[in-house]
């Protein structure tokens, strides 16, 4: 009898096909406070594809030394690689930097972050400012899938400390004081 009711709840999972593109019903996202950086990106126009680099330089209050978004309200952006991979998966031809994002980032789930987390990357230190991107008009990415992982998985941030970023530095979810109020009086109850 249990393995008929799992077998049912299985089959009627699998007329789900495309619940794993939309940000609410994540399946299998491993969510730590140390991510690592699967890619660095840049472009030297807006709204186009980003491409891999080695290294980026971050320049505190500016942003990506050489990027087409230098001086920008969006200093750096950042895209989870599991994002990319849904896209991938649902039959787009998408890789690291194909959603104009700087950083390709693994194990750092952008829900559980909050505008103004500060984040380590390598040596640099940046906050975390938008969760989300408000598109003007529909991309082309967007176009072919109907859907696009930049309003609900993008992350940008401003940049508080310069430096260099490379390829397979890790990244650091920073708790701020208030997370760790929290953490030591166990939810304020003593």
């Known amino acids: 009898m249990a393995i008929r009711q799992r077998r049912s709840a299985v089959n009627k999972k699998s007329h789900l096909k495309d619940v794993s593109l ?18 660095l990106n840049i472009s030297e126009k807006k709204g186009e594809k980003k491409m891999p680099v080695s290294s980026l330089t971050l320049i505190e209050g500016k942003g990506v030394k050489s990027d087409a978004h230098f001086s920008s309200e969006r200093q750096l952006s950042l ?10 998966n649902a039959g787009l031809e998408v890789g690291p930097g194909s959603f104009a994002e700087n950083i390709t980032m693994l194990d750092i789930e952008p829900s559980l972050l909050k505008i103004g987390q500060r984040l380590k990357i390598g040596p640099v230190l940046v906050e975390v400012t938008h969760i989300g991107k408000d598109c003007d008009k529909p991309c082309a990415i967007y176009n072919q899938a109907g859907y696009c992982v930049m309003p609900t998985d993008g992350v940008f941030a401003k940049i508080l400390s310069s430096g260099e970023v490379k390829n397979g530095d890790t990244i650091e979810v920073i708790k ?14 003593s």
């Open 22 to 39: 939309t940000s609410v019903h994540r399946v299998n996202v491993r969510t730590k406070s140390y991510g690592a950086i699967v890619s």
């Open 176 to 189: 701020n004081e208030d997370d760790e109020r929290r953490t030591t009086n166990h939810g304020g109850f």
């Open 79 to 88: 895209l989870p690689f599991e994002s990319v991979r849904r896209m991938k």
